[in-house]
């Protein structure tokens, strides 16, 4: 068995081939085909998309983010005081270059309808000397400045080409005298002060008031003086009484008093009555026309003389005591 050959080993007792196993083939290796990647995102990724979704994120990661980074890098290098010092001079020399050039530069100033008192002061207003920059006059300052004036009631300022300021000014007209404890005062129609005289004479053309209180009713007080048209001659002025009610002066020691309510009327209907019956042409100190149904007349010395003279009665001393009675009461002194 040894001596035989590989064929010889393969057959059998018989002498019959020993039988072939097949061993069967390996298919052949297929190509891999790709792994396909799920296009779901993981958690994280949906949660940060959807974070990104709300306004408020969206504006934090554009803006305050970027924001945040540009202040800490310029906190960082300002925190250097030679740094700042320089970028502070630098903006100034800068700004100040800018504010002179000859184009911003005012050289005059012009005033229109402005008195000279109300001129000089003015001009010593301007906060800086002229020529100066534009940027140096704060014209709505300047503004409230000038309207503080008494004179002025309005002022219209502006910087025209060429460098020129412009002022145009309002002045108050004065209307009325206001006589009180601390002098005399020019007032407008509204019953502004417009300035202070010395004495009646230096404005002898404006009608005069006097009393506490009567500047808030100037208004009033002129509307009384132009409806006292034909007593006008005679008028020396209006009193305040207690600050509430005129009484009208007159020459001759005369005076109407007026109510607080419905003066003009009252005044109209003492004028019809001197008009239809001379009533203060007459001896009358005093008509007082405070009660409308009750109009009161106070006569004078010589008018109640007379009637006491008519009716057999002393007459009346300056001093409104009868002149028989002084006399007697003199005589027991003496006694």
Known sequence: MQGLNPFQRGQGDGGRPAPVRHVPSRPAPQPQRPVRKDPAPSRLAYRLNRMMLRPLVR???HVGLPAFLAALVAGIWLSDDTRRANLTGGLDAIVDRIQHREAFMVKMMTIEGASPVVDKGLRAMLPVDLPASSFEIDLEKLRERVLKLDAVEAVDLRIKPGGILSAVVTERVP???WRHARGIE???KTGHRVASVTARDIRSDLPIISGEGADRAAAEALAL????????????GLERMGERRWDVVLDRGQRIKLPETGALQALERAIALDRAQHMLERDITVVDLRKQQRPVVRLGLDAQNAIRRARGQPELGPDGQPIAAKATNGRKKSG
């Open 59 to 61: 504006r934090l990661v």
């Open 225 to 236: 003086i132009d409806a006292a048209g034909p007593i006008l001659p005679r008028l020396r």
């Open 175 to 177: 209307a009325v005298l």
């Open 186 to 188: 020019i007032l407008d």
